[in-house]
């Protein structure tokens, strides 16, 4: 049992490393950033457990052309419609953006949570 719950927390650790890891390579490309409007805020249903996720809708204007990014999920719990964000976008190409989530120094907790918890993974899968 001990090895089964370690081997669910080891795996956890590597999403969290993965998810560093494509946050990354998002700012490379998105290197611009510009102020977008929470034009949409919307609570989907998620499968059978009646779990409510939260999809916003933000519009944003470069070089005089609208663009929007629909279905984020992961935004600041006090956001709400018509409230404005940042956004990173590639400046090569404007529809290619997302949610600012602030400075390198940031992003990098994510893979240090995700190095704590595949360390503890492992340890609970040697221990137990």
Do not use: W
């Not at 927390?9 to 977008?36: C, D, E, H, P, S």
């Not at 998620?46 to 070089?63: A, F, K, P, R």
Request: some cysteine.
């Amino acid at each position: 049992m001990g090895f089964l719950v370690g081997l669910v927390v080891a795996v956890l650790g590597i999403v969290f490393i993965v998810m560093y890891n494509t946050q990354k390579k998002q700012n490379k490309r998105r290197t611009a950033r510009v102020k977008a409007v929470c034009a949409n805020i919307e609570e989907k249903i998620n499968g059978e457990e009646g779990n409510s996720i939260t999809h916003y809708t933000l519009s944003y204007n470069v070089d005089g052309k609208d663009y929007t990014l629909s279905n984020l999920v992961g935004l600041p719990p006090k956001t709400e419609a018509g409230s404005e964000v940042t956004v990173r976008y590639n400046p090569q190409n404007p529809q290619d953006a997302g949610y600012d989530f602030g400075e390198a120094a940031k992003e990098k907790y994510m893979l240090y949570v995700g190095i704590g918890v595949l360390v503890l993974g492992i340890l609970i899968m040697i221990i137990f």
